[in-house]
C-alpha cells in the first residue's frame, strides 16, 4: 500500500550537515505517522526520530536530540531529516517508517530500504 525511498546518505566528515529525504507513494501519506531509524554495522535496529501525521508533534533519541530534526512536507509525501554536527556513531543504515501512529519502537507497518550514511573521525 505504501512504497518508501530514502535518498540523500552518502560520506561527510565529522561536524557535517546532511539531509535524508524519504519519498512516500500513494494518495493518502498525511494519514501516516513517519519515522527514521538507523542500524549501524553489527549493531541492532534503534529509533531516531518520528512525527506525527500533522507534523504537529515530534520525539527524538537522546542521542539525536539537538542535532537532527525532523519534518514532513504533506503536499509533496515527503519527509526529512536533517542531521546536523555529525559524529562518527551516527554512521549507519538510515530507513524511514510508515504507520498509524506516532511510536519510539520498530513498530511500524511499511519500512524503505535504506541510505548509508558513513562519518568519517
Known amino acids: 500500500q505504501v512504497q518508501l525511498v530514502e535518498s540523500g546518505g552518502g560520506l561527510v566528515q565529522t561536524g557535517d550537515s546532511l539531509r535524508l529525504s524519504c519519498a512516500a507513494s500513494g494518495r493518502t501519506f498525511s494519514r501516516y505517522a513517519m519515522g527514521w531509524f538507523r542500524q549501524g554495522a553489527g549493531k541492532e535496529r534503534e529509533f531516531v526520530a518520528a512525527?506525527?501525521?500533522?507534523?504537529?508533534?515530534?520525539y527524538y533519541a537522546d542521542s539525536v536530540k539537538g542535532r537532527f530534526t525532523i519534518s514532513r512536507d504533506n503536499a509533496k509525501n515527503t519527509v526529512y531529516l536533517q542531521m546536523n554536527s555529525l559524529k562518527p556513531e551516527d554512521t549507519a543504515v538510515y530507513y524511514c517508517?510508515?504507520?498509524?501512529?506516532?511510536?519510539?519502537?520498530?513498530?511500524?507497518?511499511?519500512w524503505g530500504q535504506g541510505t548509508q550514511v558513513t562519518v568519517s573521525s
Open positions: 517508517a510508515a504507520g498509524p501512529l506516532l511510536s519510539i519502537g520498530p513498530t511500524y507497518d511499511y
Open positions: 512525527i506525527s501525521r500533522s507534523g504537529g508533534s515530534t
